[in-house]
T-cell receptor
Framework: EPEVTQTPSHQVTQMGQEVILRCVPI?????FYWYRQILGQKVEFLVS????????KSEIFDDQFSVERPDGSNFTLKIRSTKLEDSAMYFC??????????FGSGTQLSVL | AQKVTQAQTEISVVEKEDVTLDCVYE???????LFWYKQPPSGELVFLIR??????QNEISGRYSWNFQKSTSSFNFTITASQVVDSAVYFC???????????FGQGTELSVKP
């Protein structure tokens, strides 16, 4: 069964550094998402992406965040200047016409 | 606004017991989807089920069953004859069709002891 692939599985960075989290969605998916989960908390929506543009974003997704799908395959989340509170598990997800939302295995981001 | 409430934060059962995880949702939409995901200790989110708001038939998949009741805005999940491998955090979620964002509940941590 096709999978959503996320790399890296773990990322450690210094506060103030830029990080890029990468995702390869399932090829026939149309809608793409980033979610995050702070340790022990619920999964929170960050942003959705459709037809090569952001379709919705949450309050969390401020100017420090950006998303791209540069080559029609990879879907990236960039955090420009990381803060301690950005430490979380970041999940990429996608869905197609059948509307079953599949998640990647996540990237655990640790900001020191 | 959409909201999902999982009132049970933690549940602990002994193997072979049946257990029901509660989920109550709020939405003004007439068309929506409801989901359950399993998050084992390894951290990934495993899709279990998606239910359309127009389909109130209960569903059974092996030891798993789901009871959708629109009248009470509930979508409860029952595991029959629980096993240690069922230990995980379970999330209920809701979204609109056509790519709507998923709204998650707080999750219920299920611990199944041998």
């Amino acid at each position: 069964e096709p999978e959503v692939t996320q790399t890296p599985s773990h990322q450690v960075t210094q506060m103030g550094q830029e990080v890029i989290l990468r995702c390869v969605p399932i090829s026939n998916h149309l809608y793409f998402y980033w979610y995050r989960q702070i340790l022990g908390q619920k999964v929170e929506f960050l942003v959705s992406f459709y037809n090569n543009e952001i379709s919705e974003k949450s309050e969390i997704f401020d100017d420090q965040f950006s998303v791209e799908r540069p080559d029609g395959s990879n879907f990236t989340l960039k955090i420009r200047s990381t803060k301690l509170e950005d430490s979380a598990m970041y999940f990429c997800a996608g869905t197609g016409l059948n509307e079953k939302l599949f998640f990647g295995s996540g990237t655990q981001l640790s900001v020191l | 606004a959409q909201k999902v409430t999982q009132a049970q934060t933690e549940i602990s059962v002994v193997e072979k017991e049946d257990v029901t995880l509660d989920c109550v949702y709020e939405t003004r939409d007439t068309t929506y989807y409801l989901f359950w995901y399993k998050q084992p200790p390894s951290g990934e989110l495993v899709f279990l089920i998606r239910r359309n708001s127009f389909d109130e038939q209960n569903e059974i998949s092996g030891r798993y069953s789901w009871n959708f009741q629109k009248s009470t805005s509930s979508f409860n999940f029952t595991i029959t004859a629980s096993q240690v491998v069922d230990s995980a955090v379970y999330f209920c979620a809701l979204n609109r069709p056509q790519g709507g964002k998923l709204i998650f509940g707080q999750g219920t941590e299920l611990s199944v002891k041998p």
